[in-house]
């Protein structure tokens, strides 16, 4: 099993649209679980980090499911703006690596 | 903008070269740790500096090597490259080596010819 695996995409979606991504890990060792969000030839940026309680910040909202292994990011209403590869992150079990998939692109059209 | 910056920008090199990657870390971030995103791919850890010293390698070959200055910057040295080392080179600074947020600087992307 690899260490991360997204569904690549791409996600085509409308103005409007509600999108959820997946992603799983095997390392249950693994402390910390974030999502980023990478531009086209830019540095990957922190959306927001992913608590086992569910986390929201506007549109966006964050789980994580220890037990099966997987974080999950929703974006509600999507904005043009919102075009980018989302990255689904976590780190090493000693917690000085973040460790990366390969990302999940998502398209807004008008 | 986070701060953190690499130079240069963009590189082309040739197989077999040398090349040296430069990082200046964030503002009081004593930790720098270096990625290797392919075309397509996810970053990749390559190694982690904490106070001038390694803290943490990935699975790379020993002809990718590093160093850190006493002001925290950071470089990256790759040795007898080869085609496969084309990528962007993220260079990421902390406060802390563990489980701190990591600021990304906008990388370096080295074409191998």
Known sequence: ?110 | ETGVTQSPTHLIKTRGQQVTLRCSSQSGHNTVSWYQQALGQGPQFIFQYYREEENGRGNFPPRFSGLQFPNYSSELNVNALELDDSALYLCASSLQREGGEQFFGPGTRLTVL
């Open chain 1, 1 to 110: 099993r690899k260490e991360v695996e997204q569904d690549p995409g791409p996600f085509n979606v409308p103005e409007g649209a509600t999108v959820a991504f997946n992603c799983t890990y095997s390392n249950s060792a693994s402390q910390s679980f974030f999502w980023y969000r990478q531009d086209c030839r830019k540095e990957p940026k922190l959306l927001m980090s992913v608590y086992s309680s569910g986390n929201e910040d506007g549109r966006f909202t964050a789980q994580l499911n220890r037990a099966s292994q997987y974080i999950s990011l929703l974006i509600r209403d999507s904005k043009l703006s919102d075009s980018a590869t989302y990255l689904c992150v976590f780190t090493n079990q000693a917690g000085t690596a973040l460790i990366f998939g390969k990302g999940t692109t998502l398209s807004v059209s008008s």
